[in-house]
C-alpha cells in the first residue's frame, strides 16, 4: 500500500481542492483551449520517472515535443518538474483530483 494511499484520506477537502486547482487547473485551461495534453503529459513524465526518451516513446512524441510540453507546464505553474518537490506535488494533485 502506498503511503500517499493512506495519508490523503486526512487532508481536508477544501485544503485538495484548494492544492489540486491551484496546480492542475491552469494545465486544464491550457489544454481546453489548445488541445494540448499537457495533463496526459504531465501523468506519463510522472511515471516514467522524468526519462525524457521512455517518457516520449510512451507518448509517441518525438523527445522535443515533449520537452516542450514539459516546460510549457512549468511555465504556466511556476513549478520546476526536475526538482522532487514539484513532482512530489503533482502526483499528490493528480492523485486527489
Known amino acids: 500500500l502506498a503511503s500517499h494511499v493512506l495519508l490523503l484520506p ?23 483551449r489548445h488541445r494540448a495534453e499537457l495533463i496526459p503529459t504531465l501523468e506519463a513524465f510522472l511515471d516514467c520517472d522524468g526519462s525524457w526518451t521512455r517518457c516520449a516513446t510512451r507518448l509517441h512524441l518525438h523527445v522535443n515535443t515533449l520537452r516542450y510540453r514539459v516546460g510549457r507546464i512549468e511555465q504556466l505553474t511556476g513549478r520546476d518538474l526536475s526538482r522532487l518537490e514539484d513532482k512530489l506535488d503533482f502526483f499528490l494533485a493528480l492523485r486527489m483530483s
Not at 486526512?10 to 491550457?30: E, G, I, M, S
Open 10 to 32: 486526512f487532508v481536508p477537502d477544501d485544503v485538495r481542492r484548494a492544492f489540486t486547482a491551484r496546480l492542475l487547473d491552469p494545465l486544464r485551461d491550457y489544454d481546453r
